[in-house]
């Protein structure tokens, strides 16, 4: 039997402390499973924002999505860690990746590193992190190359999937969707990596556009024209874009359940409202 699904939004615009409490007791109320916090410069700090969502909420888990390694001391992230998870009542779940902006590192006055360096520093992390961490908070873990997809497969409670890939040379983080068959092969190639698991993990997908709409060609010709050489009829096979009426929007979400294994979807905070009955129709089943 598949697990059953789980829900999440991003919250990724700041906000004062009333508006913060009133968008986090929102996405409870819509039935999100998990509010989310990224860890980009110009977005909210992910743990007080967390440890303010759980005062303003009762039932969510409450993740980081994901941290950004690079910004991190693994002795003092653990720290942070422990006791963003005590004072939100064991609600905590640990998103972390190896940070992809070269800007953002830039402002912050930190190294940025070559992959390799980069995906050391992740590997690092992950170790102390298990080493130093007495509370058991699931581990989400998301990337797309080899390395990181080990890492994942052999660590990670939740595998994070984006479905899209940096731009290369892009400093500013750009990024662009996979094609359906690049996407297809990452997901085989984790699996096969993580085939030895005892318990498999729990699989996410970070969704990108949720566009509620009988006209799903135009509701994705934007993102054509600034995609080369992507189609219309390739754009709507992406598993990221969840495009058409609600009914077809539930039906792709039953269906990358059945192809790819995602019970576990992620949306962004614009797309909070026009997802939820979604959230209601399917959530828990």
């Not at 409450?62 to 003092?76: D, E, Q």
């Not at 009542?89 to 953002?104: I, N, P």
């Not at 058991?136 to 997809?149: A, I, K, T």
Request: one cysteine or more; hydrophobic letters at 45%.
């Amino acid at each position: 039997m598949p697990r059953p699904f789980r829900f999440g939004v991003s919250f990724i615009d700041p906000a004062p402390a009333d508006e913060w409490r009133a968008k986090c007791r929102r996405a409870e109320e819509l039935g999100y499973d998990v509010i989310l916090v990224p860890d980009h410069l110009g977005m909210p700090a992910p743990f007080p924002a967390l440890v303010a969502a759980a005062g303003a909420t009762e039932r969510p888990r409450l993740g980081t999505f994901v941290l950004n390694a690079g910004f991190w001391n693994p002795a003092l992230l653990a720290r942070e860690v422990a006791t963003t998870d005590a004072l939100t009542g064991g609600r905590l779940e640990l998103g972390l990746g190896a940070g992809y902006v070269q800007a953002e590192h830039d402002a912050a006055g930190l190294p940025f590193g070559s992959p390799r360096a980069r995906v050391d520093h992740f590997q690092r992390t992950v170790e102390e992190l298990g080493r130093l961490l007495d509370s058991e908070v699931p581990l989400m873990l998301g990337g797309n190359g080899e390395r990181m997809l080990g890492l994942a497969a052999e660590h990670a409670d939740i595998a994070a999937f984006t479905g899209a890939s940096l731009v290369p040379g892009s400093t500013e983080g750009k990024l662009v969707p996979m094609t359906d068959a690049d996407f297809s092969a990452r997901l085989a190639r984790y699996k096969k990596l993580a085939a030895g698991r005892e318990e498999p993990a729990e699989l996410n997908l970070l969704i990108q556009m949720v566009a509620v709409t009988d006209d799903r060609a135009a509701a994705v010709a934007p993102l054509v024209e600034r995609v080369p050489d992507t189609t219309v009829e390739q754009a709507l096979e992406l598993p990221i874009l969840l495009v058409g009426t609600l009914e077809q929007i539930t039906a792709q979400v039953l269906a990358q359940r059945d192809t790819y294994g995602f019970t576990y979807l992620t949306v962004l905070e614009p797309y909070m409202e026009a997802f939820a009955p979604v959230v209601a129709e399917l959530g828990g089943k």
